[in-house]
């Protein structure tokens, strides 16, 4: 067990000596990858995509340009189709945002209940997917139903601190006649910027409580949620100067990893999957002309293959920066798992388990000097 509660900075040497035990002493590449792949579906992973489409030109829209998507082959027969049955393609879009939607849930889910495999194979040294899934099933969708609401009610009050503002300005007038009224527009967007940020922030810790202290507590407890995070905030909550230092170190900590990891995606996606992306590219292009031939039906085919493509490309990209960065990724766990197991005892002693007493040594019995025997009679 951990004798005693860990700053904050103390908790940063014993991770990195775990890391270096789990994957260094001895190095199993067999178990590299696969906890490579675990980290992955059990959303062990920080970071995120940002993808920026500019569609001004899209189909040759743009007649000052005589060059363009327009001349690409089959794009402007797709740009045609967009035009003459906008209501089969409202229907695709739909389609494929209900179709990521329901992706993004289902990997919510089997990260819930992969995330307690996960916290195995770093406590244990091993793991078994199949197993795990069934031995954790029940605390995971405790988990899952908790994050999607924990979900929701973040992305919605994000949408709401952005949607509200904007109504309230085009109520106003604002922008409808912009130039006249840039500095009341300013102030309002510097204002909902505030907002965000700050309802970023607030989820920022609560998702770290979460993953750091409550589903370690689910795991011991084999409790319900609300009752780990009670059990959590006692624990951690006692001491809430601790607490606020963890979180500032747990970000500075952040800032660095996102930093190595995306050092890392660069170098790997110019030389591992950039001639993935040509080859995808191409199939693209290729596909255009076919489904241009085909019709209306033949571009929705093509771009259902873009949607499952482009997810499959994710998951290799990200799969691939695991297996480079797992020690990163292997350090932030232990890093949260260290600072809880010095303030929770069931925790503690599995990092640290307490060595068996020495043997003592039986008393050895008293020394007895030998018999003297008598000396021959002096004549």
Same mark, same amino acid.
């Given at each position: 067990?951990?004798?005693?509660?860990?700053?904050?900075?103390?908790?940063?040497?014993?991770?990195?000596?775990?890391?270096?035990?789990?994957?260094?002493?001895?190095?199993?590449?067999?178990? #590299?990858?696969?906890?490579?792949?675990?980290?992955?579906?059990?959303?062990?992973?920080? &970071?995120?995509?940002?993808? $920026?489409? $500019?569609?001004?030109?899209?189909?040759?829209? $743009?007649? =000052?340009?005589?060059? &363009?998507?327009?001349?690409?082959?089959?794009?402007? =027969?797709?740009?045609?189709?967009?035009?003459?049955?906008? &209501?089969? #393609?409202?229907?695709?879009?739909?389609?494929?945002?209900?179709?990521?939607?329901?992706?993004?849930?289902?990997?919510?889910?089997?990260?819930?209940?992969?995330?307690?495999?996960?916290?195995?194979?770093?406590?244990?040294?091993?793991?078994?997917?199949?197993?795990?899934?069934?031995?954790?099933?029940?605390?995971?969708?405790?988990?899952?139903?908790?994050?999607?609401?924990?979900?929701?009610?973040?992305?919605? @009050?994000?949408?709401?601190?952005?949607?509200?503002?904007?109504?309230?300005?085009?109520?106003?007038?604002?922008?409808?006649?912009?130039?006249?009224?840039? /500095?009341?527009?300013?102030?309002?967007?510097?204002?909902?910027?505030?907002?965000?940020? @700050?309802?970023?922030?607030?989820?920022?810790?609560?998702?770290?409580?979460?993953?750091?202290?409550?589903?370690?507590?689910?795991?011991?407890?084999?409790?319900?949620?609300? *009752?780990?995070?009670?059990?959590? #905030?006692?624990?951690? &909550?006692?001491?809430?100067?601790?607490?606020?230092?963890?979180?500032?170190?747990?970000?500075?900590?952040?800032?660095?990893? *996102?930093?190595?990891?995306?050092?890392?995606?660069?170098?790997?996606?110019?030389?591992?999957?950039?001639?993935?992306?040509?080859?995808?590219?191409?199939?693209?292009?290729?596909?255009?002309?076919?489904?241009?031939?085909?019709? /209306?039906?033949?571009?929705?085919?093509?771009?259902?293959?873009?949607?499952?493509?482009?997810?499959?490309?994710?998951?290799?990209?990200?799969?691939?920066?695991?297996?480079?960065?797992?020690?990163?990724?292997?350090?932030?766990?232990?890093?949260?798992?260290?600072?809880?197991?010095?303030?929770?005892?069931?925790?503690?002693?599995?990092?640290?388990?307490?060595?068996?007493?020495?043997?003592?040594?039986?008393?050895?019995?008293?020394?007895?000097?030998? /018999?003297?025997?008598?000396?021959?009679?002096?004549?």
């Amino acid at each position: 067990m951990i004798p005693a509660p860990l700053t904050p900075v103390d908790c940063v040497s014993p991770a990195v000596a775990h890391a270096k035990r789990l994957l260094f002493q001895p190095f199993r590449m067999r178990f #590299w990858l696969k906890l490579a792949i675990l980290a992955v579906l059990s959303g062990a992973l920080t &970071g995120g995509c940002n993808g $920026n489409f $500019n569609f001004r030109n899209f189909g040759g829209m $743009n007649d =000052k340009t005589s060059t &363009g998507a327009k001349d690409a082959p089959g794009f402007g =027969k797709i740009a045609d189709s967009i035009r003459t049955h906008p &209501g089969m #393609w409202a229907g695709v879009a739909t389609g494929v945002v209900a179709f990521l939607l329901i992706v993004f849930v289902v990997f919510m889910f089997v990260s819930s209940v992969l995330r307690f495999v996960w916290l195995d194979a770093l406590l244990a040294g091993q793991f078994h997917i199949r197993a795990g899934w069934r031995f954790w099933r029940h605390e995971g969708v405790r988990l899952f139903g908790w994050q999607l609401l924990f979900g929701m009610v973040s992305t919605g @009050g994000t949408l709401a601190l952005i949607a509200i503002p904007l109504w309230a300005a085009w109520k106003k007038g604002i922008l409808t006649d912009l130039p006249r009224h840039l /500095p009341e527009f300013f102030a309002g967007a510097a204002v909902t910027l505030l907002a965000i940020a @700050g309802l970023a922030l607030i989820s920022f810790f609560i998702g770290t409580f979460i993953h750091d202290f409550v589903v370690p507590t689910m795991r011991y407890q084999r409790a319900g949620f609300l *009752s780990a995070w009670q059990t959590a #905030w006692d624990h951690v &909550g006692a001491t809430p100067g601790s607490l606020a230092l963890y979180y500032l170190f747990k970000v500075v900590l952040l800032i660095a990893a *996102s930093i190595v990891v995306g050092i890392v995606s660069i170098f790997v996606f110019l030389i591992v999957l950039l001639p993935l992306l040509l080859i995808g590219v191409i199939a693209v292009l290729l596909g255009a002309l076919i489904a241009a031939g085909l019709g /209306p039906v033949g571009v929705a085919i093509l771009i259902t293959l873009g949607v499952l493509f482009g997810l499959a490309f994710g998951f290799g990209l990200a799969y691939l920066n695991t297996v480079v960065t797992l020690p990163v990724t292997v350090f932030m766990q232990y890093y949260g798992l260290y600072y809880f197991g010095s303030r929770y005892h069931p925790l503690g002693a599995q990092l640290v388990p307490e060595l068996p007493p020495a043997p003592v040594a039986p008393p050895l019995p008293p020394l007895v000097p030998p /018999p003297t025997e008598p000396g021959p009679a002096l004549a």
